[in-house]
């Protein structure tokens, strides 16, 4: 991993030197900062927008009792974008803004889920007993539960606990 980041971090800015040498010869020097410049300014005012747009989402979904997924890889893809987009260069410039553009970040967004691993837990007949004798009906104790729990799926139950040791 090391020598993949090393490589990227090395590769990544002569290739940025290299287009940049090639467009300020193309259009002249002050040209091209006005433009590394511009892209700059407007990507930050655009991540900014969609950020903040992302996290009303996020504390809609929260409020919800959802899960908010996709608007955290939504963030983090934003928060990629930005540093792109700050970074001098062109190519960079060019990766930072298609993470704006909507249609390709959900498709990122529906690759980067399919990889994701949610745990998800198995239900468990957990049984909670009052008094020996109750420790003694195991079997008729799992079967109310059982029971319980199929009449009253999809509802919280409510009540209270003593414990009496």
């Known amino acids: ?20 040498m090639h467009v300020g010869q193309w259009l002249g020097a002050w040209p091209t900062i006005a433009i590394v410049i511009l892209s700059a300014w407007l990507g930050a005012k655009y ?15 929260m409020a919800q009792g959802e899960m908010p997924s996709g608007e955290i890889i939504t963030g983090v893809m934003l928060l990629i974008a930005g540093v792109l987009l700050v970074t001098p260069g062109f190519v960079t410039d060019i990766f930072g803004l298609s993470l704006l553009v909507p249609a390709m970040r959900s498709g990122l967004i529906k690759a980067v889920q399919q990889h994701l691993v949610v745990g998800q837990r198995a239900p468990s007949n957990t049984s909670f007993y009052s008094s020996e004798q109750d420790a003694v009906n195991n079997s008729s104790t799992a079967e109310s539960v059982n029971s319980v729990a199929k009449d009253h799926k999809g509802e919280t139950l409510e009540g209270e606990f003593e414990r009496k040791d």
């Open 47 to 61: 991540v900014r927008q969609q950020g903040l747009a992302t996290l009303q989402s996020v504390q809609v979904k």
């Open 1 to 20: 991993m090391f020598r993949v980041l090393f490589l990227f971090f090395v590769i990544v800015p002569i290739i940025e030197i290299t287009v940049l």
